[in-house]
């Protein structure tokens, strides 16, 4: 091993101890005495530096050993514990392993004991110590402050310098990195080693930080191994070479690879048949003016591209479970054909069997996201292959590229299996929109949403046959109320010819039989209100069903006739159909199905609204996307029928509301104003804030709604008489009335024949 030596840093005066006292201070002879002294060690006076119940000042008086010093501080070391010292002005710097005696009067300066400093009454320089036993710490850990005032040794690679404040060291060893600043280098000085060298470094922890890291003297850099004098002069490490390193190492390694592509400003590479990845380094930029000042590599070319061939030197700091080079230069070396994507299921993905490389597979889509990351936004596709789990990533500056990809479609996509920091940890990569594309529908789809059709259809008419009971129970409660009429009636007429045979019996009891009637007659009384009750809510009851009856045998016929007359096709004449022919008739029975599975919904959510079983959940919500993202649902639910738009709302704040309520109340404003106007006619939505109310209108140039049905609106089933023969149960604005209610708001409308409709809806929402 070779140690740098500088004659200019010998010691002018080796064996003379220097005492300086100031402030009333006196000389003292070695080693005095420490009795008296309320402090007399460093660990004492660290803990009162950064003990905020020590407010009244201590006397204190200690020894250390001089680890590093400059013109404004002085780090002394006692066994494990350390001190900064204010230096005095006037007293010259002592030199490394000096041995001091410091006092001070100390108190509590901040609960940080990284910020204490000891301001000295008298410092007095014994001569010559031994420096204490270096502390060995991974090279990161000289950077976060636990070593703060430590003597420390720490053995890495070097991989650049700078001349910055004295020279700057970018050190790594195999988990990390960290630099090294040597304060007094001097200027006609170069570093006898090359870059790569593995070094050996001795100096004190000051605070925390990359300029934590300090040494006064080139003698403290220790060169275990040479450097190169040309960084791509290293070795040729094979691929599989590579892969057969057991365990993290910062020496530097060549290699000879591929560009596969790039992501999250890593490099995927391959050589022979081993994919890893390179961090690329980040040189410190040379100052033309400072001729001093060192660079470690030329600058990275900007033309790189898939399949073409370059030269990385780095440091494989992860090995396990895959291969990354850490703090890379690379060369280019010419261009080549890209690698072609390995055709891998999805397991290897999800498992990472294929990270870093370039793959093709296919899985079925379960859903996707997308957040916004910087100015970037990151879109993630979560899919399923052989009931395996995997994702997919997309990052692009507008977003949305991936918005169009249906849910349960089979996608074949190619990408870069890259690992992550946190679940999942692996994705797949993908470089573009076009890396990805549609098979269809995925068989297990299909199966999944047959069977969830067939039972929303035994569902609905299951539901149907429970109303049909409930409404038989109520009319066998109305003609139970009319036969108790009857009796009463009759009783009535009993009473009456009994009351006669009573005035000619007993006339002379006429005042009592007088008051007796009157009761009786107040009792008629009561008995003929309650009778005309119970018939206003047999003609309440009777007209509901009709109306029902009206509603679901004119909407249903039409879906149950086109379903009907489909799958009799398909069950006597399936052989002599197309394929177009029975795609047909499917999607018939599909879009039937879902018409009438939309209706029954509309009738169970009325149910659930009237028996109070739909709740107000409120939650923080951004306003602004929540009607954005209604819109572009219903311009996907009447297939763009009529453009909804939308008005800048301005900025609108945080708001608190139930979304799924917000969604029944607009989709339901917006089905009917698309339903009601002419195909390409502009539907206009805005919302502003008023205080503390949301104001939302919803306008139309549609049909318009008659006078004399503007107050029935809400009642079930009700539909205005120009509606013809459009499509509707008469039950999208009840439950928007509902909706609106449980926010307790308002709504308020606006409408004439042939003139169009104007809903105002008014929420307490800020």
């Known amino acids: 091993m070779k140690r740098h030596q500088n004659p200019g840093f010998s010691r002018a005066i080796a064996s003379a101890a220097l005492l300086l006292a100031f402030s009333g201070g006196r000389s003292e002879a070695a080693d005095p005495p420490l009795s008296g002294w309320a402090l007399t060690n460093v660990a004492q006076v660290n803990q009162v530096l950064s003990d905020p119940t020590q407010t009244n000042a201590l006397r204190a008086r200690f020894t250390g050993v001089v680890i590093y010093a400059d013109r404004s501080q002085t780090c002394v070391q006692e066994g494990a514990a350390g001190a900064i010292i204010q230096w005095p002005a006037r007293m010259p710097i002592p030199h490394l392993g000096d041995r001091l005696q410091v006092s001070a009067l100390v108190r509590f300066v901040s609960i940080d004991p990284l910020v204490g400093i000891v301001a000295p009454d008298a410092v007095e320089n014994l001569g010559p110590g031994v420096l204490p036993k270096p502390a060995t710490p991974k090279a990161p850990e000289t950077l976060f402050g636990k070593l703060h005032a430590r003597w ?157 061939a370059v030269d990385v030197v780095g440091s494989p700091l992860r090995v396990d479970p895959y291969i990354a080079l850490s703090f890379c230069s690379l060369r280019k070396l010419g261009s080549n054909t890209p690698v072609e994507a390995q055709s891998v299921p999805a397991a290897n993905v999800a498992a990472g069997l294929s990270a870093n490389a370039s793959v093709r597979t296919q899985g079925v889509l379960r859903s996707r996201s997308q957040e916004h990351e910087g100015d970037r936004f990151l879109e993630t596709l979560e899919l399923e292959a052989d009931g395996v789990a995997f994702f997919a990533t997309l990052g692009s500056r507008r977003g949305g590229e991936l918005a169009g990809v249906p849910v349960g479609d089979l996608l074949e996509m190619s990408g870069i299996v890259t690992p992550t920091d946190s679940k999942p940890a692996y994705v797949l990569a993908l470089p573009s929109r076009a890396s990805l594309r549609s098979l269809g529908v995925a068989p297990s789809t299909t199966r999944e949403r047959n069977l969830r059709w067939a039972v929303i259809v035994l569902g609905v008419a299951g539901i149907a046959g429970i109303w049909i009971a409930w409404l038989g129970r109520n009319l066998r409660r109305v003609r139970e109320l009319a036969a108790e009429r009857a009796r009463a009636e009759a009783a009535v007429r009993e009473l009456n010819v009994t009351l006669e045979r009573r005035v000619q019996e007993r006339t002379a009891a006429l005042a009592s039989a007088n008051e007796r009637l009157n009761a009786e007659a107040a009792e008629r009384e009561k008995a003929r209100v309650e009778i005309s009750r119970a018939l206003s809510v047999e003609r309440d009851m009777n007209e509901l069903k009709t109306r029902f009856v009206s509603m679901v045998s004119h909407e249903f016929r039409t879906p149950l006739g086109i ?204």
């Open 152 to 308: 420390v040794e720490v053995e890495g690679v070097v991989m650049q310098a700078q001349i910055e404040d004295g020279v700057q060291l970018h050190v790594t060893d195999s988990t990390g990195w960290t630099v090294a600043t040597i304060m007094n280098w001097p200027s006609a000085w170069a570093p006898t080693y090359s870059w790569g060298a593995r070094v050996r470094l001795r100096g004190a922890v000051i605070g925390r930080g990359q300029t934590a890291f300090r040494m006064i003297s080139p003698e403290q850099i220790t060169v275990i191994t040479p450097g190169l004098a040309e960084l791509f002069a290293a070795p040729l490490l094979a691929g599989d070479a590579l892969k057969a390193l057991s365990s993290p190492t910062p020496e530097r390694r060549r290699v000879r690879a591929t560009v596969v592509g790039r992501h999250d400003e890593f490099l995927y590479l391959r050589s022979g048949d081993v994919a890893f990845r390179a961090n690329l380094l980040a040189p410190w930029l040379p100052a033309a003016a400072d001729p001093l000042r060192l660079e470690l590599i030329a600058p990275l070319p900007p033309d790189l591209s898939p399949g073409d």
């Open 563 to 766: 379903t009907m007359s489909a799958v009799e096709l398909l069950r006597h004449h399936l052989p002599l159909l197309d394929d177009a022919k029975r795609q047909e008739l499917f999607n018939d029975i599909f879009a039937s199905t879902r018409h009438m599975a939309g209706l029954m919904e509309q009738v169970l959510l009325l149910g659930r609204v009237e028996a109070g079983k739909l709740a107000y959940r409120p939650a923080p919500l951004d306003l602004t996307a929540v009607c954005e993202r209604l819109i572009d649902e219903s311009h996907s639910a009447t297939s763009r029928r009529c453009p909804i738009r939308m008005a800048p709302p301005g900025h609108l704040g945080e708001a608190c509301a139930d979304e799924s309520l917000l969604r029944h109340i607009f989709s339901n404003l917006f089905s009917n104003a698309v339903k009601y106007s002419a195909a390409g006619e502009p539907v206009d939505f805005s919302v502003r804030r008023e205080g503390s109310n949301a104001v939302f209108t919803v306008r139309d140039s549609g049909i318009g709604i008659p006078e004399a049905d503007l107050p029935k609106l809400f009642q079930a089933f009700h539909r205005a008489g120009n509606v013809g023969d459009t499509a509707g149960t008469g039950l999208g604005l009840v439950i928007v009335k509902r909706c609106v209610d449980l926010h307790n708001g308002r709504l308020e409308i606006r409408s004439a024949p042939g003139q169009g409709t104007t809903f105002t809806v008014v929420l307490p929402v800020f």
